[in-house]
C-alpha cells in the first residue's frame, strides 16, 4: 500500500509540473505530443497522472518544453523553479512561441537605395 501512495505522489508532481510548464509556455498537450513523437492520447495520460512516463519520455518532455529534467521531478514549490526568462534582445527579433528563445534576424539594406 506503501509503495502504490508513493507512485500515487509521484505521478500527481509530474503531471502538475507539466501542466504548469505548458501554461507557462502557452504550449497544447498536442504541441508536446507532436515535439516528443507520441501520441496526443499519450500525454494526456501523463498530464492527467494515469501513467507514469520513461526516463526517455520525461527527458523529451523537458526539452520540448525548455525546462532541466530535475525541474519535472524536483518537490521544490513551482514558483522557485521556473526557468529564466530570455533578455529582451537588442536587435529585431521574433521570440519562438514553443521554446521561448529568441530568434534573431538580421536586416541589411540594398545598396543604393
Not at 18 to 36: E, F, H, P, T
Not at 54 to 62: F, V
Request: net charge positive.
Amino acid at each position: 500500500m506503501i509503495k502504490s501512495n508513493i507512485k500515487s505522489e509521484y505521478l500527481i508532481n509530474i503531471s502538475k509540473r507539466i501542466k504548469y510548464y505548458l501554461d507557462l509556455r502557452q504550449m497544447k498537450a498536442k504541441s508536446l505530443a507532436d515535439a516528443i513523437g507520441v501520441t496526443a492520447n499519450a500525454i494526456s495520460l501523463i498530464v492527467n497522472g494515469k501513467t507514469t512516463p520513461s526516463i526517455d519520455s520525461l527527458h523529451q518532455i523537458a526539452i520540448a518544453l525548455n525546462v532541466e529534467d530535475w525541474q519535472l521531478l524536483t518537490d521544490e514549490p513551482l514558483q522557485k523553479v521556473q526557468p529564466e526568462q530570455p533578455s529582451v534582445p537588442q536587435s529585431p527579433a521574433i521570440i519562438c512561441p514553443h521554446c521561448g528563445k529568441p530568434i534573431e534576424l538580421e536586416i541589411k539594406a540594398k545598396e543604393g537605395k
